[in-house]
């Protein structure tokens, strides 16, 4: 009996069950994929005379000059007012573009939903993304990986997987925020983390842990706990803190927003800010310097990230070179500690 006609990209997609941005990447040589997924489609292709249409290609892949920014559909407060990293970033993000001559787009994905990505990546709207990472965001990097998607990570990457990236100096941040700390005198510091699942939280933990004991000291658990970098989680995590440890008398704390909610539980219990508790935020949005009580903190230069995050996205874009950039983190010492 006579074979099918393979004629289609879909006809090799349905064959390999992948998705047909996948085979025209591994029909490209794309390095996105790995080597063991290229080679399967390839030798699919190959077995069934399968040719690309050269200038349907070429029309297929005609440039949108528009990246995507990935705005999970699941965190319906990343564009409220208690967002102000990710406006902070965005703005980076969106000043470099326009410089080099690219729009942007904001794309809600739903993490539980990830088909949403080939609405845009598949139909050529966007060039590629660019995403915050996070645990929520796993499965949305994972899917990108998967289409052969172009994109760049804020955040600290995924461990195994290979892909661009751009992130602070999480490790330093944690260090030099104790350390700070240590030197004033303070004897029971505190750590109020973001999501404890968050590799970028982790990587503050470990420098916090390197900076106590470096200094002959030890991590005491009861002055441990997490939030989830909002206002509201910063409230509740100081007074669990204020519980346990009522003692305490500085705290290092993962973010500018709690860091403000922790001042306030801290001022609403009786005790003075710094003279009770010290008190060290991290990333330096623009709040810190203008709050009431100006904010001690870890600077990460959120406009430079932003604005490397779309540099190397191009960069990846036009070359295939993956770039994995850490950006250096400085102590902004202010009234709160």
């Not at 600290?156 to 997987?161: A, D, G, I, S, T």
């Not at 700390?181 to 390197?210: C, K, S």
């Not at 609403?268 to 800010?273: D, I, K, L, T």
């Amino acid at each position: 009996m006579k074979k099918r006609t393979i004629q289609t990209l879909d006809d090799i997609a349905r064959l390999a069950k992948v998705s047909k941005s996948t085979v025209s990447r591994a029909l490209n040589d794309s390095p996105l994929l790995s080597q063991k997924t290229k080679e399967r489609i390839q030798a699919l292709a190959g077995k069934h005379n399968f040719r690309i249409n050269v200038s349907a290609r070429n029309l297929r892949v005609r440039q949108s000059h528009t990246i995507a920014f990935v705005a999970p559909d699941c965190e319906p407060n990343f564009f409220s007012p208690e967002s102000l990293f990710g406006f902070e970033i965005l703005g980076g993000i969106g000043n470099e573009l326009r410089s080099l001559g690219y729009d942007l787009l904001i794309a809600n994905v739903n993490p539980l939903d990830t088909t949403s990505i080939n609405s845009y990546f598949g139909s050529a709207r966007v060039d590629g993304f660019i995403v915050l990472a996070s645990q929520t965001n796993q499965a949305i990097v994972e899917k990108m990986l998967e289409l052969g998607a172009p994109f760049i990570t804020w955040g600290v990457p995924l461990p195994n997987l290979n892909y661009c990236s751009v992130t602070g100096d999480n490790l330093a941040g944690g260090v030099l925020a104790t350390q700070h700390l240590i030197q004033l005198g303070r004897q029971q510091i505190a750590f109020l983390g973001g999501p404890p699942d968050d590799l970028t939280v982790q990587h503050r933990y470990e420098g916090y842990e390197n900076a106590l004991q470096t200094a002959g000291r030890r991590v005491a658990l009861k002055r441990v706990v997490y939030g989830d970098y909002s206002y509201t989680s910063g409230l509740v995590a100081m007074q669990n803190l204020l519980k346990k440890s009522p003692d305490l008398d500085a705290v290092f704390v993962n973010s500018d927003l709690m860091a403000i909610a922790a001042i306030k539980i801290i001022l609403e219990s009786g005790r003075r800010v710094p003279e009770d508790v010290a008190v060290v935020g991290y990333d330096d949005v623009s709040i810190a310097m203008y709050n009431n009580l100006p904010l001690t903190t870890i600077r990460q230069n959120v406009p430079l990230a932003g604005s490397l995050l779309a540099q190397n996205l191009i960069h990846y874009i036009k070359t295939g070179e993956i770039t994995n950039v850490t950006t250096p983190v400085e102590l902004m010492i202010r009234k709160s500690a």
